[in-house]
Every structure is written in structure tokens, then in C-alpha cells.
């Protein structure tokens, strides 16, 4: 045991020394998940706040009730902020001076048209900087042209008289709509936030780079005449290569450590149970450290064993929705379900919603089973250098 400790100990320092802990482990992870947070992150639980400004030329009752119940009501909310304009060009003037998102415009006639069953226009003018605000702009006068549209058609299916048609119109407009959209309001909570997601991501994609080094050097070794020097030693096969593994697995489990705890006191990454966190990243470096060997285990040499265990970890990065959701995939979404990397994302996800040690009992079970997997696969390709 002392030897294969000595070894392990050997091929630490050895990292530490060649500067491939601070790279992968702290470098690139933690910078690739600042600038995806950065650029397509957000807070899910703050308020989404639009500043909206509305220029009412009609004056008319449908025109006031655009303004007074359904953008006052969603200012009541905390929705919108209205501004009151009293022109079109002040429309545009706020607009273009960046003072409103976006403004809506009712033109004089507006209620007169629509009393006529004629066409009418609500112009919504926005700003080039908000396109967000600017869409839910456009939404919320659709919405207000829709609902107008299904009043008017309840209303011209009964052939009302000129008498009838004002209380019809009323009563349908007091009508439930036969279908609603309900939203779950607890969808923030099955799923993680960006901050995590995208540090968890980073963290989990970089660590099959990071277990490259250790795998791929016992070519070098071989090469230099290490292993010559260490077969002819009393040491056996199988502990030479469990110490490359245990120091590559070490190397992985405190990659992932610090990745953690850094974006946990910067990003403010919410990971969950530390205890159910530490039981899946074990089985996500097992993952990890079997899947580069097994592949490490089919080259010739150093070279070669880089370039395809990068191929492989850049495919399972990607497929496995370490950096975009999954659902980007369309139809190739199932080949997910063969990556480590998924797996990781899914368990912490099902742990952040509460789910509990239980829920984790998938996740990893199929991480271990990918890591003794492969791990078995190593063992018996890359004994051959040491028989050789």
C-alpha cells in the first residue's frame, strides 16, 4: 500500500506542478460559467418591470378601456410603469430619448372604427435597446385585440338588433373565456437557476479535460521509460495503474471542490445538499476519469489519446446540455441520456427541488455504472504498456 500511496502522491504533485489544477479546475470552468451568466443568465426571481408610456388620442370608451383596465391594472401589479403622453410625437420623443421601453399609441377614432365593426390600430413604437419590453408590449395589445375579436364574434352569432347589441356586447365582455392559461408558479423550483446550472455545467464539462493529463501521461511515461523502470520494480500492474486512476479521480474530486465553493460565494450558485452534492460529484468523476481512460485505453500514444478523449468530451459536453438546454437538441435529445453529464445536471436538479437522497438513487447509479465501466475497460487496455 505504501508504494501506491507514494504514487498517487507523485502524480499530484506533479499536476500542481504543471499548472493543469489551476486551468481546469479554476480557470476555464469558472470563467466560462461567469461569462454564460453573464451574457444569457438573469435572476429568476426578480420581477420583470417594464417601463410603458401611452398616448390616448380617441378618448373613447374602448380606447379608455385599454388604458384604464388592462395597463393601469397591470401597473397596479407591478407589472408596468405608465407614463401619460399627449401626443404622438411625444410618443416618439420618449421613445428615441430611451425614457419608455415602448409606447402605445390609440388614434383618434379608435372606438368610433371598432363600433363600426371597422379596423382599428393600437401602434406600439419601441425602443431598438428592449426588445424584451418591446415584445410584451405587442403581447399585451394583441391580447386586448383578441379578446375584442372574440366579444364581437359572440355577440354577430346571435344577429342581435341595434337595441340588443349593446347589452350583448357587455354580457360577453363579462363572459369567462372558455380556456385559460394557468401558470405554474412553482416551475422555478424544478429546475435550476442559471447561476448553478451554468457553473454546474462548466464544472462537469471541463472535468474530463481535466482528467486528460493523468490518463495520457502514462504514454509519456512509457515513452521516458517510466513504466520500464516501475514494472521492473515490486510492484504490481494493477497498483500502478489504480495509482494513476486514484490521483486522476483526486485530481477530478478537487476540481469540482473548488469550482463549488468559488461559485457559491461569487455567482451565488445554489447546489443543494451538501452531503447529496458530494455523493453525485464522486459518482460524476468516477464517470469522468472511467469514460477518458476507456478511451485513452485504444491509442498508440499520447497524441492520439488527447485528440479522441477530447473529441468525446467535447460530444458529451454538448449533447449532454452542459452548455445550452437540452431541449436545443430537437430530435436528438434521447442520445442525452448516455451522458454522464446529463445525469449530473438531472441529479441536482431533482436534489435543489427537494427531492431528497432518494432521488439521487438514478442519477447515481448510472454514474458509477459509467465509472466502473470504464474504469474495467482501462484496466485491461492499458495493462498491454505495461506487458509490453
Known amino acids: 500500500m505504501s ?6 502522491l507523485k502524480d499530484l504533485r506533479q499536476r500542481l ?12 470552468p469558472l470563467g466560462l460559467a461567469f461569462l454564460l451568466n453573464m451574457l444569457l443568465g438573469g435572476d429568476p426571481e426578480t420581477e420583470f418591470t417594464a417601463h ?22 397591470l401597473e397596479e401589479e407591478g407589472i408596468v410603469e405608465l407614463t401619460t ?51 410584451v408590449a405587442v403581447g399585451i395589445a394583441e391580447a386586448f385585440a383578441s379578446e375584442h375579436h372574440r366579444v364581437q364574434l359572440a355577440v354577430l352569432t346571435t344577429d342581435p338588433s341595434s337595441e340588443e347589441e349593446a347589452a350583448l356586447t357587455e354580457q ?44 495520457v501521461s502514462l504514454f509519456e511515461d512509457r515513452r521516458t521509460g517510466t513504466l520500464v523502470r516501475l514494472a521492473a520494480a515490486p510492484i504490481g500492474t494493477f497498483t500502478i495503474l489504480m495509482a494513476r486512476l486514484a490521483s486522476t479521480l483526486l485530481f477530478g474530486l478537487v476540481s469540482m471542490g473548488l469550482v463549488i ?33 476507456a478511451v485513452a485505453g485504444f491509442a498508440d500514444n499520447s497524441e492520439q ?16 446540455g452542459a452548455l445550452f438546454p ?20 438531472r441529479g441536482l436538479t431533482d436534489l435543489t427541488a427537494g427531492g431528497g437522497a432518494v432521488s439521487l438513487l438514478l442519477p447515481i447509479g448510472v454514474l458509477s455504472a459509467m465509472g466502473v465501466a470504464g474504469v474495467a475497460v482501462a484496466l485491461n487496455r492499458m495493462g498491454r504498456m505495461l506487458h509490453a
Do not use: C
Open 52 to 73: 410603458y408610456g401611452v398616448s390616448d388620442l380617441d378618448g373613447g370608451e374602448l380606447s379608455s378601456l385599454f388604458v384604464d383596465e388592462v395597463l393601469e391594472s
Open 172 to 215: 360577453a365582455a363579462g363572459h369567462p373565456t372558455a380556456v385559460r392559461v394557468v401558470e405554474d408558479t412553482d416551475v422555478d423550483r424544478r429546475q435550476l437557476d442559471s447561476s448553478t446550472y451554468y457553473a454546474a455545467g462548466a464544472a462537469v464539462f471541463f472535468l474530463f479535460f481535466a482528467a486528460m493529463p493523468g490518463v
Open 261 to 293: 465553493t468559488v461559485s457559491t460565494l461569487t455567482f451565488g450558485a445554489r447546489w443543494g445538499d451538501p452531503l447529496g452534492v458530494a455523493a453525485l460529484t464522486v459518482a460524476a468523476v468516477l464517470a469522468a476519469v472511467g469514460i477518458v481512460s
Open 305 to 320: 489519446a488527447t485528440n479522441w478523449s477530447t473529441v468525446v468530451a467535447l460530444l458529451l459536453g454538448l449533447m449532454g
Open 85 to 135: 403622453l399627449s401626443s404622438e410625437d411625444d410618443a416618439n420623443e420618449a421613445v428615441d430619448s430611451g425614457d419608455v421601453s415602448a409606447a402605445f399609441i390609440i388614434p383618434e377614432g379608435f372606438t368610433e372604427a371598432l363600433r363600426n365593426d371597422e379596423s382599428a390600430e393600437i401602434r406600439v413604437i419601441g425602443d431598438v435597446d428592449s426588445p424584451e419590453e418591446v415584445e
Open 17 to 28: 506542478k504543471d499548472g493543469t489544477l489551476l486551468v481546469f479546475a479554476i480557470v476555464l
Open 3 to 8: 508504494a501506491f500511496f507514494t504514487l498517487v
Open 326 to 345: 437540452l431541449a436545443n437538441l430537437g430530435p436528438w435529445a434521447a442520445l442525452t441520456y448516455v451522458t454522464p453529464h446529463y445525469w449530473f445536471l
